[in-house]
């Protein structure tokens, strides 16, 4: 199976900022809206962001602990969706995930495929 993979991440202070990035080696993301998911120790994955095919600035989505902080965006000549993290907190902490939706944003977590193997932010003084 097809998967995503993701990197960007890392250790950071709060306050501080990192970009994920999300490409696929096996297939072109040109046809496929992409959502970011994250989970944190203990706790189920949650959305974060999603970008429709177009993604122009009306296609994009944000959960609420996002919005006004993350910002998505995709490069189709680079086959690659990125998150940029502003202003993280600690409470960002988790593995974030980007995966496809065939279907287009605002579907349930179970619609999206291809999941990547996450990579790890970590907020920390």
């Known amino acids: 199976q097809v998967q995503l993979v993701e990197s960007g991440g890392g250790l950071v202070q709060p306050g501080g900022s990192l970009r994920l990035s999300c490409t696929a080696s096996e297939f072109s993301l040109d046809y496929y809206a992409v959502g970011w998911f994250r989970q944190a120790p203990g706790k189920e994955r949650e959305g974060v962001s999603c970008i429709s095919v177009s993604g122009g600035t009306g296609d994009t989505r944000y959960e609420d602990s996002a919005k006004g902080r993350f910002t998505i965006s995709r490069d189709n000549a680079k086959n690659t969706v990125y998150l940029q993290m502003s202003r993280l907190r600690p409470e960002d902490t988790a593995v974030y995930y980007c995966?496809?939706?065939?279907?287009?944003?605002?579907?349930?977590?179970?619609?999206?495929?291809?999941w990547g193997q996450g990579t790890q932010v970590t907020v920390s003084s």
């Open positions: 995966a496809t939706a065939p279907q287009g944003c605002g579907r349930p977590l179970s619609d999206f495929g291809s």
